[in-house]
């Protein structure tokens, strides 16, 4: 079903309000001559209620029903008249309303379907804020998700430290805590890209990252219990308890900042099962598939450990042949989430265009939008808050004046790092990648308001 970029879009086809701008709404608008964003969009309201009157419209300004009227407001509903239902409905655990049963987490049709999905991607078309909501974050599975009983999951640590040690979950929750908001990753994200596969909408392009707050134990407290010897620790591995046995190396400097938890809560709660329940590695900045699932052991090494996953996989093949291995840092990236793929404009008229930004590097500095494919940009609004490797929300007004437009962002960071364009990004890369694009995305509103997956080189 299509969608409409005048609205939240969670599948529903939701016509836009009669009184957007249109063309001599526009004008109007302009020839006012008022300033600043309030004035911009009382004014565009203004104009287009101005270019409808009817008869409807009183003397004294206030509008009435046409024929019939809205019943929607003439008759008082019965929820307006009822009694509703009462607290604890659902096992005591709340869920969304019926009318948002198509926001879900889906599979790409890009990828191959099988009785045991491995991917699936959020619908960052639908979501407000930077926050994911746990039901709709992300998935990617190695061996399948496991649900796994608390009282019997346990952590080791050992190699280079005094004293090896087992921790329970009751141990670990017993120790000071922190909470962050962070984003996560997969650094395949974006994948098919790389290969000009046009897929439709921004939740299968993007879709592979979430952001949320992630509560646990910061690791260096519990290696510093276990005694590490920080003058030869340089690196450590990450193991998982799943099927896989994910194993990720992740290095001591990243540690040492106090920045990698060793989390059990997400976004309030114990993390979901999918989520890694009930302990994960969170390693701000970094590729999802370092954030290790299931976490069963840490071990203290002198170097890399090039285990099966980075030694074969999650690899960037560079232009000469040779593969760039340990490229773990997630580059500022964003995308443009409304107008995007899928969704359809219905009318001319003022839109916000709203996205996300991120930087595994740190903060996200500023983020620039074009309309005409790259040939004008403007600033936009960063949204509070603006975190460190986090998402950013970023909104820019817009009056489509119902011609072909070409959308796009360009976010920077504090480093100063711009995001590049595709052709910016294979003077370096190649065209044979998998892994860490963070190329300029676009989307092409056509004529008719549709909203169309274009590849600009």
Known sequence: MKQTASSRTSGRLIKAPEHFLDASGIRQVFAEGKKGRRDFIRSAFAAAAAGVATPAVLAQGNPVPTEGGDPNIL?????????????????????????????QRRQSPGLTQTNQASVSFAPLQSLFGIVTPSGLHFERHHQGWWDIDPSKHRLMINGLVKHQMVFTMDEIMRLPSVSRFHFIECGANSAVEWANVAVPT?????????????????????????????????????????????????????????????????????????????????????????????????????????????AIHYMDLMPNGLHRQYTSIQECKSVVTTPSGGQVLLDKGFYNITGLAWSGRGKVKRVDVSVDGGRNWRPTRLETPVLSKALTRFNLDWVWDGKPAIIQSRAQDETGFVQPNYRQLREVRGTRSIYHNNAIQSWLVQENGEVKNVQLS
């Not at 008759?75 to 926001?103: D, I, R, T, W």
Request: aromatic letters at 8%.
């Open 75 to 103: 008759q008082l509903p019965e929820h307006s008249k009822g009694l509703g239902q009462g607290v604890a409905a659902n096992n005591g655990y709340g869920v969304p309303s019926v009318y948002e049963s198509n926001l």
């Open 202 to 310: 921004v939740q299968y392009t993007h879709g592979m990252i979430s952001c949320s707050e992630f509560t646990g134990v910061p690791l260096i407290t519990l290696l510093e219990l276990a005694g590490i010897d920080l003058k030869r620790a340089k690196f450590i591995l990450a193991e998982g308890a799943d099927g896989s046995s994910m194993t990720r190396t992740i290095p001591m400097s990243l540690i040492t900042s106090g920045e990698v938890l060793v989390a059990y809560g997400q976004n309030g709660e114990m993390l979901r099962p999918e989520n890694g329940y009930p302990l994960r590695l969170v390693v701000p900045g970094v590729q999802g598939v370092s954030w290790v699932k299931y976490l069963r052991r840490i071990e203290v090494g002198d170097m890399p450990y090039a285990t099966k996953d980075e």
